[in-house]
């Protein structure tokens, strides 16, 4: 079949079941987007190309598809270059899709020419540049499953105009072979089995949950596990979701500005499991004192991420799913008597001493009572995206989540402006579950222009601005460590956020009292139309509890 590089493109996705494209045109890929225009998909016309990258993102993580965004060359590209490191950090499947100058102008430093091959290489899985049409379908299969298998992770297609121009003939049978790219998905039986025994000899288990166990939806497995050996259960930011988070046996999330419960559990267990996580240092405080008494088991299907930051004692190369089950077989297998609840009796202890107080009434608000009202009124499928910063902290330890895929957040990047278009793609995949982005005042202006849109394309998501007119998780460091010296953190009183809301076509709503807060949720997710709520709270509340950096999870500031 004989066909333009352009339209191969736009087959070869639509082949992949892609159904939502998230982008901005540009001069070197005005062909691929009039092959767009007859395609059945969907393509959302962002206002930044970053939005595009991050919404690409949040789509992928609620829907378990691969995302797909789209820019042309040069700034356009380079634009996409943060979304994709995101997504590379937190193992997030995309592919992104750039326009580039003529094949005979590469390399000549042309207009709008950027290297973003080299310039991705160390965000991406692979990246493939076009040198012909006939390698399309090859080049797009291969994308999408590279992008979805093993450690997911962004692929990048650099496309040049000419390639988009020119005509071939395009076979789309093509075999798809990977030659020295093949994910390890069973774990060796006798780690396993080592790791069983560990198991059953432990006093004081914990479980740890990673971002894998939601990307292999093994969530029903890591429940099993957790009840067969009563063992606890605490969660990285990522792995937020994996576990019911109301479960007796839920610890809450760990690390920095984790639940002391959690903290103290994994300081003093002498097993600890864990699944699809990478120790981080925001999960683990200082190497040197973390979990200091404990054996390490370590899933993971990266062999990269084994022994990189923590010593393990039993590591399981595999798919946390596949793992999980075989583990789960073989303990079922050898287990002769019920554990000691002794373990079980203290992690209850510490988890009822350890309570967050969250009814707060001051004026003005204390975002623990926000995020208690929004807890409340959200259901288990409801999803909730979030900034980077203090509205992220907060999110990440008093929220309570359920399931899967229901709480989206940076982890390993850290990127502010990220929850908005997060939470537009996010909407995007599931359009039926209401979606909020928990924001900070700064983070959410990185991104604000993406209320164009969501009002233009009826993407009906809510954003809860946590405005306290601070850049507040580098204010607090500040008041914490650097003697309340306020160096370029203050944002003002501006913008007014009802009105830029409402300049955009969107609902704003002001919220100044905790009696206000209900109503104002309640209208926003009726108003059948985009929303900011603009929550007025404190300007100098911390998140705490706080573990300062480079020390133990044990040394907790409150």
């Avoid at 973390?290 to 990266?302: E, G, L, N, T, V």
Wanted: glycine fraction near 10%; aromatic fraction near 6%.
């Amino acid at each position: 079949m004989k066909m333009s590089g352009a339209r191969a493109i736009v087959s070869g996705l639509e082949k992949e079941g892609v159904e939502v494209i998230f982008g901005i045109p540009g001069g070197q890929s005005i062909p691929l987007y009039d092959a767009l225009y007859d395609s059945s998909m969907n393509h959302i016309l962002t206002r930044h190309e970053q939005g595009a990258a991050h919404a690409a993102d949040g789509y992928a993580r609620a829907s378990g598809k691969v995302g797909v965004c789209s820019a042309t060359s040069g700034p356009g590209a380079t634009n996409l270059t943060t979304g994709i490191a995101n997504a590379y950090m937190d193992s997030s499947p995309i592919v992104a899709i750039t326009g580039q100058v003529p094949r005979a102008s590469i390399g000549k430093d042309a207009f709008q020419e950027t290297d973003i091959i080299g310039i991705t290489m160390p965000v991406t899985k692979q990246s493939f540049q076009l040198r012909s049409v006939a390698e399309i379908p090859e080049v797009i299969k291969s994308s999408f499953y590279i992008a979805k298998t093993g450690r997911p992770g962004p692929v990048l297609i650099d496309i040049p105009k000419d390639i988009q121009e020119i005509e071939d003939e395009i076979d789309f049978n093509v075999k798809l072979e990977l030659n020295g790219y093949k994910p390890t998905l069973r774990g060796h039986p006798r780690q396993i089995k080592e790791a069983a025994k560990l198991i059953l000899e432990a006093e004081r288990p914990v479980i740890i949950a990673g971002g894998g166990v939601i990307i292999s939806e093994a969530s029903e497995e890591l429940m099993e596990l957790a009840r067969l050996i009563g063992a606890p259960v605490t969660t990285t930011l990522m792995g937020k979701g994996s576990f019911p988070e109301m479960d007796p046996l839920a610890l809450g999330v760990l690390g920095m500005h984790g639940r002391k419960a959690a903290n103290y559990a994994v300081t003093d267990s002498d097993v600890l499991i864990s699944i699809g996580m990478r120790f981080s240092d925001r999960s683990t405080g200082a190497v040197s004192c973390f979990a200091p008494d404990a054996k390490i088991i370590h899933i993971d299907i990266d062999p990269a991420e084994i022994g990189k930051n923590v010593s393990v004692d039993i590591p399981v190369v595999g798919d946390a799913k596949t793992v999980l089950k075989e583990l789960i077989r073989v303990l079922r297998k050898i287990m002769e008597s019920e554990k000691s609840k002794a373990w079980q009796e203290k992690i209850k202890i510490w988890k009822k001493e350890f309570s967050p107080k969250m009814d707060y009434d001051d004026v003005p608000l204390k975002p623990h009572r926000v995020i208690k009202e929004i807890m409340d009124f959200l259901s288990e499928d409801d999803i909730v995206t979030t900034e980077v910063g203090q509205c992220q902290m907060w999110a990440h330890h008093y929220m309570g989540r359920s399931k899967p895929r229901s709480f989206i957040s940076s982890g390993g990047l850290g990127t502010m402006g990220f929850g908005f278009p997060a939470a537009m793609g996010a909407k995007v995949a599931k359009p039926d579950v209401n979606v909020i982005d928990i924001a900070g005042d700064g983070s959410f202006l990185m991104n604000i222009q993406e209320l164009a849109t969501v009002v233009e394309n009826n993407i009906n998501v809510v954003v809860g601005v946590f405005d306290n007119h601070y850049l507040g998780m580098v204010r607090q460091w500040q008041e914490l460590f650097y003697d309340r010296r306020y160096s370029s953190v203050y944002l003002g009183n501006l913008p007014d956020f009802v009105k830029v809301a409402e300049g955009f076509g969107a609902l704003g709503i002001r919220v100044e009292k905790p009696e206000e807060i209900r109503p104002a949720l309640k209208e926003a997710f009726n108003a059948g139309k985009p929303v900011v709520l603009d929550f007025m709270i404190e300007h100098e509340c911390n998140i705490f509890p706080m573990v300062p950096p480079g020390r133990c999870l044990k040394d907790i500031m409150e």
